[in-house]
């Protein structure tokens, strides 16, 4: 493991905006921020949108967007790669006037033809070089001709070594590697090059990256040394996975950061959840809140595995969450999906509502979904309760007993329509059961919920009344 006390640490998460923020791109991100944070350290961003056609400014906007619902932010302006173009060009003419690097006249045909010849023989295709010993000569007719080429990078011998923080040491054969393009016909320079001309000129120290960059990484030192430039420590995370074992991608579902804030996860359970994935406390703790994991986070606790995403896990998060939380925060939580969620009411009736559902709910938009009936008279009720519990006209019977009962009750509490209603049923001689479920299914529409007498005392004495009248009124319907 690095040592990081006579170097301040600098990192940065580097996502192409070919599409919107993953999972797997936002546990980095959280990992490298997370990083920065517990050392006092730079967390840089970076948009590496080199390729035209696939990076899109909106994916950059949504990305932006996730990070900060994370509370990842970042420390310097947001660097993009397509305004390097010219810092580019100068490294590579750097590469090319040190020999390190070559021009590639070989044209399309040309590749596909070797190409096809070494799969003939059984062999995987490397570029065999054909262009590394053109004559300055040849190189200036090519030119004058305009002949389309390419820049290579010309791989030494030997072998390319180095000691990854989670992986740890690490060997790559020279000869396994091919002269890779470092900068296309066109000029544009390619994902390799440029990572670490941009990784040396912010002074990154520590690359955090997912394991499916590890490949690129014996390529990335061969520029490292060929443009003179130090090392960084390498740090590769383990993929996140499917509950199949596969890297988990669209099949498993919505993987999108943005979806899951629109299921109604909170920002906070899922920075959590994903702080889980792939990092082991050390503890049985698995509930933190931001400054505990920036307390607690280190690189060394980082599991080679990789980790199975498990959505009953984050659900769980995410509930421990939203009961830990106070009520106007979930309420802005809420408000940051619909502002128009309880509008008519006062704050202190959404408040209450909050209270007595939030312990029903895994997320966010359950807690809204469920809770309809204390903003509208319910227009349907649960039938199968009702063939259950309001079979025939003697539950109206009852129930308009109880209706009487309640009219009379002068301070609507909890406490005091379930004492009339437990008097009532001793009288009557029946189960309380018996007034409970219609009452439920008269004024919520719906056959569970949270306590009855409770709920009752949030809905308010008129509402209760109203809504029990109108069940008397339409109910038992007769199902065939
Ligand atoms: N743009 C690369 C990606 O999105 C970043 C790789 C790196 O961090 O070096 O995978």
């Not at 580097?14 to 923020?21: I, K, N, R, V």
């Not at 969620?341 to 704050?347: A, E, V």
């Not at 202190?348 to 209270?355: F, H, P, R, T």
Request: glycine letters at 6%.
């Amino acid at each position: 493991m690095t040592q990081y006390t006579n170097q301040s640490v600098r990192v940065r998460f580097a996502p192409s905006p070919t599409g919107e923020l993953h999972l797997g791109g936002a546990r980095t991100a959280l990992f490298n921020w997370l990083f920065a944070r517990s050392h006092n350290g730079t967390f840089l961003l970076r948009i590496e949108d080199t390729d035209k056609v696939r990076s899109k400014q909106n994916f950059v906007d949504q990305i932006c967007e996730s990070l900060n619902w994370m509370n990842c932010d970042w420390d310097e302006k947001l660097v993009y790669q397509s305004k390097r173009n010219d810092i580019y060009k100068k490294s590579i003419q750097k590469l090319l006037t040190s020999d390190n690097a070559y021009r590639c006249f070989c044209d399309k045909e040309e590749l596909a033809r070797i190409r096809g010849e070494r799969e003939k023989a059984g062999l995987g295709y490397t570029y065999p070089g054909t262009c590394r010993s053109l004559t300055q000569n040849n190189i200036k007719v090519k030119l004058e001709n305009n002949t389309l080429n390419v820049i290579r990078i010309k791989i030494p011998k030997g072998e390319t070594k180095f000691s990854d923080s989670i992986y740890g040491e690490i060997t790559v054969q020279n000869n396994e590697l091919d002269d890779f393009i470092v900068a296309r016909t066109d000029g544009s320079p390619t994902y390799n090059f440029t990572a670490v001309v941009d990784d040396n000129d912010m002074g990154i120290t520590h690359i955090i990256r997912g394991e499916d960059h590890i490949s690129n990484t014996p390529k990335q030192i061969i520029l490292y040394n060929a443009l003179g430039y130090g090392l960084p420590q390498f740090v590769h995370l383990p993929m996140i996975l499917g509950p199949d074992k596969k890297r988990l991608s669209k099949r498993h579902g919505a993987t999108g950061v943005q979806a899951f804030r629109d299921q109604g996860f909170l920002s906070s359970a899922l920075v959590n959840y994903l702080a889980l994935l792939g990092w082991n406390p050390g503890t049985e703790q698995e509930l933190f809140r931001l400054e505990e994991l920036i307390g607690e986070f280190s690189l060394e606790r980082v599991l080679k595995k990789g980790a199975v995403f498990d959505i009953q896990k984050l659900e769980w998060v995410n509930q421990q969450t939203i009961l830990k939380m106070k009520n106007e925060d979930i309420l802005n939580s809420i408000h940051s999906i619909n502002m128009l969620w309880g509008d008519s009411r006062y704050l202190d009736y959404l408040l209450s509502v909050i209270e007595l559902m939030k312990p029903r709910c895994k997320t966010i938009i359950e807690l809204m979904d469920s809770s309809d009936y204390f903003f509208d008279d319910p227009q349907e009720y649960d039938s199968k309760t009702m063939r259950k519990r309001w079979k025939t006209n003697e539950v109206n019977e009852l129930i308009i007993y109880f209706m009487e009962v309640l009219k009379n009750i002068v301070t609507w509490t909890q406490e005091n329509i379930e004492i009339e209603l437990r008097k009532l049923s001793d009288i009557k001689e029946l189960s309380p059961a018996k007034f409970i479920h219609p009452v439920r299914l008269a004024v919520s529409g719906a056959g569970a919920g949270p306590s009855l007498f409770h709920m009752m005392e949030v809905l308010g004495k008129d509402v209760c009344i109203r809504r029990l009248e109108k069940a008397v009124e339409i109910l038992p319907i007769d199902h065939d």
